[in-house]
């Protein structure tokens, strides 16, 4: 990923609204620190986010973020927090950081890293 369109994706968020920018922030770290071998694009107007095969996304919209998972309907979704109908996509709405901790976000992350991984086996 270029430095600069990160930058200026992360600019654009903070001058928007700062508390979406904390927030986007806090789940790029949370998932940068999961394995040294994750990489991050800009990309569809968020952060796509992969270890070999992609595995999630985060965006920000105007009145909350949203954690991606392009299989997330294959996710054992445990905590009852996964959100979508489609045949493979599921998000997570996060409208505070809080919502990281109460809604198991790290755990979902995992999982979905883990799923990504035995696709490519």
Request: aromatic share 10%; hydrophobic share 40%; proline share 2%.
């Amino acid at each position: 990923m270029t430095p600069d369109r990160s930058a200026k994706l992360l600019e654009d968020i903070r001058h928007l609204d700062s508390g979406r920018f904390e927030l986007v922030q806090a789940l790029r770290k949370i998932i940068l620190s999961l394995d040294l071998s994750i990489t991050e694009e800009v990309k569809y107007g968020g952060f796509l986010f992969s270890a070999e095969e992609p595995f999630c996304g985060v965006f920000s919209y105007a009145k909350h973020v949203s954690l991606e998972f392009g299989a997330g309907a294959s996710l054992l979704d445990k905590f009852n927090v996964l959100e979508g109908e489609g045949k493979f996509r599921r998000h997570i709405k996060l409208s505070s950081t809080q919502d990281i901790t109460d809604k198991h976000v790290r755990e979902y992350l995992v999982l979905a890293m883990k799923a990504a991984a035995k696709s490519r086996d």
